[in-house]
């Protein structure tokens, strides 16, 4: 397993649209296995494959309770069912955007298609956290970042700040 550099943003990659996987081999078993260990490096609750530079429709999630045994999820090709009507409000962050968080609205309830590891479709309902979480992935795949959920003045804010961080950094190199 390694671990792979993440891209932030603004970088434009983050803002593509990734493609189906065609098959679910050893490259991309090895790229889920490297974007598990890539997002609990980061802290992170969940992590798609474009945040590591690959456009393809994969994407990882773990929200296990700091004192729990590790769930990790796998899902490739995810496409959401099925949305509650019920939304609620929930502080995200997001690996692509260190140290940023703002409450996004999101549905409550959703039900998710994908293929496992070994390429076998999967049906699962998810609620509150893994909900919120697998719908910031799946955005994710479509190039939508969470920060694309807020007003324009609070986008704006943070992506300032963003700029500013990453100019900060560069003159310190
Ligand atoms: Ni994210």
New binding site residues.
Partial sequence: MTIRPILTAPDKRLKLRSNPVDKVDEEIRTLLEDMLETMYQGD?L???AI?VGVPKRAIVVDVHAPDDPPTPMKLVNPEILWFSSERMLYE??????PDFFADVERATEVRVRYLDENGAAQEIEAAETLAVCLQ??V??LDGK??VDHLSLVKRGIILRKMAKARRAQAQDA
């Fill in positions: 992170g969940g992590l798609a945040q995200e962050g997001c690996l692509s955007f910031h992935e955005d994710h970042l969470f």
